[in-house]
């Protein structure tokens, strides 16, 4: 690659900024907490964003000719059976991606024609409106993995649309909430004071220390995508000097843009109004997204003088607005997922550990393997949906499996940074932590952020509510995975005896 081509500064923050920073985050972080979201973002973003961005980056950097991903960085670090089982845990996540966005994305659809969530009004067959989710989503399953068998061809003609108009979100709260604060000479909706960045006004995390510190998992969440920053270091100009800067000053932008979109949140949704007596349907963590932007077109009306009715009308093609773009991104980002991490993790790791049946390709693609993981999926999907009491619980439960099993890896890729660093075998082009003292103060924080974090977010429910089913099924993924895993490898070890 040519000094031409390689990233800018300016393209090293962008490229960062497009891959971690996301709309929905903010919304649900409001409704969860309100503004004392805020000094958890900021806490995660020091604590866990900024020393786990520089990890990525030295085992991305050394590693960078590796196509194994995190499975080749952990194999020379920690040995090939803590990699693979990590590695394993760390596709899970995007399993467990799939059921929450499978059932999801009718929730958007529903938005883009609708401009409100309607699907607890659904009923295929009599089932109630979980379960018709748990149908539909499975019809997805099986679509998606249909077009995807024909060839890379097909997912890069879907993936193409969607991301451009998503971005437009971003803008449009901060352009938009702007406008409403003008117009409205500064009055914000939802009193900012001091006491507002500490008490949530939602009664649910409003008063146990246990589901506050449970929210860490969500803001830790909100900066998951920083493992696309490995593969950044040799494609950046004058990677010493421009990538470290560059990782910090995305870090405080992505950490101010989260801080100061809850807060415009706030300027023009007063909580209670919005979440009690605007909305209409019962609010879970599927549709608040498009209850939020619902109410700030709404809002938008009012403050340039529409009437009570136009300004309804005029939420609900923002809503629209709003359902079209995710529709198409999270259909883009469907096909690219259900193919790379398998094709990352069969691909990248030794195939005597597959059956002969999954490593048979077509078109580019594991077909066999993608029809397992489909099965897989569509397993999961049947389990939550025909287990769940409400849509509200439904959606909570994917909400937690999600965030759980996306960031439990993140401790395990973190502590084996440690052997990384004592390696001396190991050629380390760009370090960031120069001695091992620091290294251990950057794990440690990081495994302990990660470590409480999805501790109190399983077993919050259980201890709140009596919430069982999610507790065990947040748990549940990344625990059958890992077993799979050590299966798969003692099975190996059996048959070829150990890899050298």
């Given at each position: 690659?040519?000094?031409?081509?390689?990233?800018?500064?300016?393209?090293?923050?962008?490229?960062?900024?497009?891959?971690?920073?996301?709309?929905?985050?903010?919304?649900?972080?409001?409704?969860?907490?309100?503004?004392?979201?805020?000094?958890?973002?900021?806490?995660?973003?020091?604590?866990?964003?900024?020393?786990?961005?520089?990890?990525?980056?030295?085992?991305?950097?050394?590693?960078?000719?590796?196509?194994?991903?995190?499975?080749s960085w952990m194999e020379k670090s920690s040995g090939k059976k803590y990699a693979f089982?990590?590695?394993?845990?760390?596709?899970?996540?995007?399993?467990?991606?799939?059921?929450?966005?499978?059932?999801?994305?009718?929730?958007?659809?529903?938005?883009?024609?609708?401009?409100?969530?309607?699907?607890?009004?659904?009923?295929?067959?009599?089932?109630?409106?979980?379960?018709?989710?748990?149908?539909?989503?499975?019809?997805?399953?099986?679509?998606?993995?249909?077009?995807?068998?024909?060839?890379?061809?097909?997912?890069?003609?879907?993936?193409?649309?969607?991301?451009?108009?998503?971005?437009?979100?971003?803008?449009?709260?901060?352009?938009?909430?702007?406008?409403?604060?003008?117009?409205?000479?500064?009055?914000?909706?939802?009193?900012?004071?001091?006491?507002?960045?500490?008490?949530?006004?939602?009664?649910?995390?409003?008063?146990?220390?246990?589901?506050?510190?449970?929210?860490?998992?969500?803001?830790?969440?909100?900066?998951?995508?920083?493992?696309?920053?490995?593969?950044?270091?040799?494609?950046?100009?004058?990677?010493?000097?421009?990538?470290?800067?560059?990782?910090?000053?995305?870090?405080?932008?992505?950490?101010?843009?989260?801080?100061?979109?809850?807060?415009?949140?706030?300027?023009?949704?007063?909580?209670?109004?919005?979440?009690?007596?605007?909305?209409?349907?019962?609010?879970?963590?599927?549709?608040?997204?498009?209850?939020?932007?619902?109410?700030?077109?709404?809002?938008?009306?009012?403050?340039?003088?529409?009437?009570?009715?136009?300004?309804?009308?005029?939420?609900?093609?923002?809503?629209?607005?709003?359902?079209?773009?995710?529709?198409?991104?999270?259909?883009?980002?469907?096909?690219?997922?259900?193919?790379?991490?398998?094709?990352?993790?069969?691909?990248?790791?030794?195939?005597?550990?597959?059956?002969?049946?999954?490593?048979?390709?077509?078109?580019?693609?594991?077909?066999?393997?993608?029809?397992?993981?489909?099965?897989?999926?569509?397993?999961?999907?049947?389990?939550?949906?025909?287990?769940?009491?409400?849509?509200?619980?439904?959606?909570?439960?994917?909400?937690?499996?999600?965030?759980?099993?996306?960031?439990?890896?993140?401790?395990?890729?973190?502590?084996?940074?440690?052997?990384?660093?004592?390696?001396?075998?190991?050629?380390?082009?760009?370090?960031?932590?120069?001695?091992?003292?620091?290294?251990?103060?950057?794990?440690?924080?990081?495994?302990?952020?990660?470590?409480?974090?999805?501790?109190?977010?399983?077993?919050?429910?259980?201890?709140?509510?009596?919430?069982?089913?999610?507790?065990?099924?947040?748990?549940?993924?990344?625990?059958?995975?890992?077993?799979?895993?050590?299966?798969?490898?003692?099975?190996?070890?059996?048959?070829?005896?150990?890899?050298?």
């Open positions: 690659m040519t000094d031409k081509q390689k990233l800018s500064l300016k393209a090293l923050i962008l490229m960062i900024f497009t891959s971690v920073f996301g709309f929905t985050n903010i919304s649900r972080s409001y409704y969860l907490m309100g503004y004392s979201a805020i000094p958890w973002y900021i806490l995660s973003g020091i604590a866990f964003f900024l020393p786990f961005a520089f990890m990525i980056a030295e085992y991305g950097s050394a590693f960078k000719d590796a196509k194994g991903g995190i499975y089982v990590i590695t394993f845990m760390w596709f899970a996540s995007y399993i467990i991606w799939q059921v929450n966005v499978g059932s999801g994305i009718w929730i958007v659809l529903s938005n883009a024609i609708f401009g409100v969530d309607k699907t607890q009004q659904w009923s295929l067959f009599g089932l109630d409106s979980v379960k018709t989710l748990g149908i539909l989503a499975i019809c997805w399953i099986i679509m998606v993995t249909y077009v995807s068998n024909k060839g890379l061809e097909k997912i890069k003609k879907i993936t193409s649309v969607g991301g451009s108009a998503v971005a437009l979100i971003n803008i449009f709260l901060f352009v938009g909430g702007l406008i409403i604060l003008i117009l409205n000479k500064g009055k914000v909706l939802q009193p900012i004071n001091f006491e507002a960045f500490f008490q949530s006004p939602n009664p649910k995390y409003a008063g146990g220390e246990i589901a506050v510190l449970s929210f860490v998992v969500y803001a830790i969440f909100a900066y998951g995508g920083i493992e696309v920053i490995g593969g950044l270091v040799d494609q950046t100009e004058n990677p010493e000097k421009n990538f470290p800067k560059g990782v910090s000053i995305a870090a405080i932008i992505i950490t101010v843009g989260y801080a100061l979109g809850i807060l415009m949140f706030g300027s023009f949704t007063n909580w209670d109004f919005a979440f009690k007596s605007f909305s209409k349907e019962t609010i879970t963590l599927g549709n608040v997204s498009y209850i939020g932007m619902n109410h700030m077109g709404y809002q938008l009306g009012l403050a340039f003088g529409l009437s009570e009715a136009a300004a309804r009308t005029f939420g609900l093609w923002i809503s629209r607005y709003m359902g079209i773009s995710m529709f198409l991104a999270l259909t883009g980002a469907f096909f690219t997922l259900i193919y790379s991490p398998l094709k990352q993790l069969i691909g990248g790791t030794p195939k005597e550990l597959w059956p002969k049946s999954w490593t048979v390709e077509k078109n580019g693609m594991y077909v066999n393997a993608m029809k397992y993981q489909a099965a897989c999926v569509i397993v999961i999907i049947a389990i939550v949906s025909f287990g769940g009491k409400s849509a509200k619980q439904f959606f909570e439960v994917l909400v937690s499996m999600t965030n759980v099993s996306m960031t439990l890896p993140y401790f395990f890729i973190s502590y084996s940074f440690l052997a990384f660093k004592k390696n001396q075998e190991i050629e380390k082009p760009f370090e960031k932590f120069k001695s091992m003292g620091v290294v251990k103060a950057a794990v440690f924080l990081v495994c302990l952020v990660v470590g409480f974090a999805n501790l109190f977010t399983i077993i919050e429910p259980a201890i709140s509510s009596g919430d069982w089913l999610t507790t065990i099924m947040s748990v549940a993924g990344p625990l059958l995975f890992t077993l799979l895993a050590l299966y798969l490898y003692n099975r190996m070890e059996k048959k070829y005896g150990k890899l050298n």
